[in-house]
């Protein structure tokens, strides 16, 4: 089973219309609303390959109540949420469907008391039992739980788990020192970190070096439409797909995190393995909807993979 960890989900509302004027009232044709948040973008993936996800969230108010009853009966996954107090926030977004334009409000996310912080850690002491692997996906909602994966990952690891982190910033930083399995920072998260630019095969390999030398097993480096690098003892090499219509590549990330969470439940070398995350990373950019692809979609991207 593969448990997902979002300290800052949303509700994720996207208005579809044809012209945006600004100071004008705008009435929109259609609009569309899913659970938001990486880790619950990766479980939504791992569940359209038809493995088991369980999503673990912190929510608070009607936004947090929606945020769960979107994920058990829209998105039919198991969910175990944490209650606090502040509210879960939205993200809308505005899509101009004839030049693909969009824009987008962010919202502030939940504040997270001392007290509802370490129910956070033991709910997920609970919810670990029994998982094959965790992903720990985005940053945190409020900086006063920063360390949260690093509380979180040792858990995990003494549980049995298999542990992914993806997140970027101090949250990032302070994770890295549980020394989580896995990694997949995209080159932005990983320049933050090593404080250098990657801007050549020699300082990519250099960056990936150094997470291999903090302890970290499997590094995953997103290059976006140009796939990923993949290093794990001794292996290392450019997993890059096909040509695809990109329509929006919201979600790709969390699509080739998944890929990568199923192939370490089940075993995979690491070959198979890459070519799973980035072919599904690559399925998931040909809709607007995040993680609304298929496996016959995913299969014809994955057999052509160079």
């Known amino acids: 089973m593969i448990l997902t960890v979002t300290p800052n989900p949303c509700i994720d509302k996207t208005v579809f219309i044809d012209d945006l004027r600004v100071g ?11 659970p938001g948040g990486k880790g ?11 493995r088991p996800a369980t999503a ?3 929510v608070g108010g009607h936004t947090g109540a929606h945020v769960v009853d979107l994920i058990r ?3 039919r996954m198991d969910c175990v949420p944490v209650e606090v107090a502040s509210p879960t926030r939205t993200i809308t977004t505005v899509l101009e469907e004839p030049i693909r334009r969009q824009t987008a409000f962010f919202e502030p996310g939940s504040q997270v008391t001392p007290e509802e912080y ?6 997920f002491r609970g919810a670990v039992t029994g998982m094959r692997v965790v992903a720990f996906s985005g940053t945190v909602s409020d900086p006063a739980i920063r360390t949260l994966y690093r ?10 788990a298999l542990t992914i982190l993806d997140s970027h910033g101090p949250e990032f930083r302070l994770g890295l020192d549980s020394v989580p399995h896995m990694v997949k920072p995209n080159q932005a998260e990983l320049e933050e970190l090593v404080e250098y630019k990657l801007d050549s095969d020699a300082a990519r390999a250099k960056a990936i070096d150094h997470l291999h030398g903090v302890g970290i097993e499997l590094v995953v480096l997103s290059l976006g439409k140009d796939g990923a690098l993949v290093s794990r003892a001794g292996e290392r ?6 040509a695809i219509q990109e329509v929006n590549p919201v979600g790709s990330g969390d699509a080739l995190v998944a890929g990568f969470a199923i192939g370490l439940l089940e075993g995979m070398p690491l070959d198979p393995m890459a070519r799973l995350g980035v072919a599904m990373g690559a399925a998931n950019a040909m809709s607007w909807e995040i993680g609304h692809f298929t496996n016959a979609e995913v299969e014809d991207i994955r057999v052509r993979i160079v």
């Open 118 to 123: 370490e129910r956070t850690v033991e709910t």
């Open 24 to 34: 004008t009232f705008i009435r929109a044709p259609r609009y569309t609303v899913i």
């Open 40 to 50: 619950t973008n990766v479980a939504r993936a791992v569940r359209l390959m038809g």
């Open 73 to 75: 009966n829209q998105d």
């Open 151 to 160: 509380d979180l990952i040792p858990i995990a690891k003494a549980a049995g």
């Open 56 to 58: 673990m969230v912190i």
């Open 237 to 242: 090499f450019h997993v890059k797909p096909p």
